[in-house]
């Protein structure tokens, strides 16, 4: 199991935690812990998700702390886990004006190797929709399916596709929300 999130959180932001498992794997579901104290926990339960979701949106709560772990944990049919970790500062909230229109800032880095970033604003409270599409138009995979606050909001893209890694070559980035969508390329070299 491989999980990816944006390292710097803000209590009262949105963060999309997404991850991929190993195929091959029947994997039941999915724990999301945290832990204010590092590794040593003790781990608070955030979503017990199905198997079939690959993502979770969390608003930030507090306390703040400089070292956070969230723990993303598979449980397979026989009980057996598989887990990974990252780790992330929470600090205060951050006093922003609000977007105001909605946008898609440029994918970063580009070309990417591994982690790319996706950045958008939303004037107001909104669901999105956020996929990453092959040049055929296909989507590969999905980051986002969930309601956000209005205001910055970045999601990381691992490089997992439904079927594995995603090959090197050109993607879009397509965000969707309120009846507008707005599409950024980008590249993955390998």
Known sequence: MRASLSKVLAIGEQAM??????????????DVEISRNGLEG??????????????FAWTVSGPTCERAILRVTAVDS????????????IGPALTRPSAMAFSVS?????????LARVEF??????RVRVGILDVQGREVTRLADASFTGGRHELVWNGEARHGTAPAGVYFVR??????????????AR
């Open 17 to 30: 935690l997404s991850w991929s498992i190993e195929s091959g794997r029947t994997v039941t579901a999915v």
């Open 121 to 126: 604003f939303l004037p107001h409270d909104a």
């Open 42 to 55: 003790p781990f608070e339960r955030l979503t017990r998700s199905a198997a079939r979701n690959r993502s």
């Open 106 to 114: 440029p994918i970063t880095p580009n070309p990417t190797t591994s």
């Open 78 to 89: 026989a009980g057996g886990t598989g887990a990974d970790t990252l780790e992330a500062g």
């Open 175 to 188: 965000v969707q929300t309120d009846g507008q969508e707005r599409v950024r390329r980008f590249m993955i």
